[in-house]
Structure formats: C-alpha cells, structure tokens
C-alpha cells in the first residue's frame, strides 16, 4: 500500500509561483509513474501532468505546458510540481497520483494512488 501526501499549496497572486510536493510511506516510488491532477469546484478532476519512474519524460496538458514542471527528487519517492506564472483559472485543488503501469498515463482511471489533495487559491 502508497500513502500519499500532498502539501505546498495555498493562497499567491497571479504571476506568482507555488512549489507542490508529493511524498509517498508505505513503498518506493521508484517504479510507479507520477501524476498531478486537479479540481476546481463543481468540475471534474482533470490531468495536469505526469512523469516516467525515471524522470527522463513528462508529458503536460496544453493549458499548463511551459508554465509548470514536474520533476523527481533524488530518491524517487518525492514528486514535485514547480508552478511559475499562475493565473486565476488554476485555482483548485491539487492532487497526486501512483499509476503502477510503465507508460505516461493522462487518464484518472489508470492510477491506483491518490493523495488527498492540496488547495491552491491565485488571486487576480
């Protein structure tokens, strides 16, 4: 069994930039590809980001890509999200995912792992 546990969200104006971590008990990381998700209020949780068990690729969704990055901490067991020129419409709460599978995966359905979240609030 993963435990995972989100933190570093909270309250930034825009243009600024949060950093949300993802650390993982109960079993390495070291083999599982790595997701962010995140929902918004009365919508569906929809992908934001994932990254291969090596950290070697990544893939973004459109409305993210060049402004946030995914990444691995040395031991493969943390995961993170650097998130630099936020706007209002990225506000949400923010989740982490353990997809057991060797592929990059953008689909909530093939990961078995869930965090419980962490809100990010980005004021205009």
């Known amino acids: 069994q993963v435990q995972l546990v989100e933190s570093g969200g909270g309250l930034v104006q825009a243009g600024g930039s949060l950093r949300l971590s993802c650390a993982a008990s109960?079993?390495?990381?070291?083999?599982?590809?790595m997701g962010w998700f995140r929902q918004c209020p009365g919508k569906e949780r929809e992908f934001v980001a994932t990254i291969s068990w090596s950290g070697g690729d990544t893939y973004y969704a459109d409305s993210v890509k060049g402004r946030f990055t995914i990444s691995r901490g040395h031991a493969k067991n943390t995961v993170y999200l650097q998130m630099n020129s936020l706007k209002p419409e990225d506000t949400a709460v923010y989740y982490c995912?353990?997809?057991?599978?060797?592929?990059?995966?953008?689909?909530?359905?093939?990961?078995?792992?869930w965090g419980q979240g962490t809100q990010v609030t980005v004021s205009s």
């Open positions: 995912a353990a997809s057991a599978g060797g592929y990059l995966y953008t689909r909530l359905r093939d990961y078995v792992y």
């Open positions: 109960g079993r390495t990381l070291s083999s599982f590809t």
